[in-house]
């Protein structure tokens, strides 16, 4: 969903930021004249560029400038918390994706059994380098009268540094994202290693109805700290308790106590954003 309002943005950025430059020495077109013949030239320049036309000389208004080089950073932080996201899912506690295998890509010449994440790596690094250049391009805008005297030159290194930045850690999504293996049987096993103790939340809930909000809350906080404790499960500890016993059926709890049935609204949240055809 966040490249898909970075498309938003994207197309609202143009008539802000790609405006055509036609000022003269000091912005106020007078070299062509007191009329209007100096705006009609711009106009006619804007035309043939296919850039907008401003309503006023923006040279030392850098706003636009600004603005592309953060939407850059933008988009770079979404492909970063992605790619962090990728990094720490591929680790071998979690072991839940993989990148794509290319033959001894993300090996090492000693630990041949390595396999790291060199996309997710790449766009990590990326995405820090394109904040850092959003804040030089809005200490850029602070220039003095007409003619700035030394602050927007900081574009001159961030602005092309930013864009070949972006679309090496594009290509690098691209590539990460459209071959990443899933491996779903250890999500599921990372699931249950918390002996249900991550469905504590589904529980309370679904006891409220029978002993009130607060003496539900009171009596999973006790079985979850038994459960840490004793190293049992978080249902085997229910179900040794009267309380809830009396109350709640063993298969209503064995239900409640499961992470595959407490997904909420997550699977139709997927659906909705992968239904929009303008990604």
Known sequence: SGFQRHLER?????SRALLVQFGGAAGSLASLGSGDDGLRVRRALAEELGLTDPAITWHVARD??????????LLGGTMGKVALD????????????SEPFVPHRGASSTMPQK?????SEVILAASKILRSNAGLVLDAMVSDFERASGPWHLEWVAVPE???IAVGALSQTQFALSGLSVHTQQMLHNLHSTKGLIVAEAVMMGMAPYVGRQKAHDIVYEACRESIENGSTLLDCLLAKPEVTAKMG???????CDPVNY??????MVD????RRDL
Request: aromatic share 6%; hydrophobic share 50%.
């Open 272 to 275: 909705d954003v992968l239904a």
């Open 162 to 164: 930013s864009f070949v």
């Open 86 to 97: 990728i990094i720490v899912m591929s680790s071998n506690e979690f072991g839940e994706v």
């Open 263 to 268: 997904l909420g609204a997550s699977t139709r």
């Open 250 to 256: 063993a298969e209503q709890l064995r239900s409640l």
């Open 115 to 119: 396999r790291n994440p060199i996309s």
């Open 64 to 73: 636009g400038v600004a603005e592309i080089v953060n939407f850059l950073a």
């Open 10 to 14: 994207l197309e609202q950025l143009r």
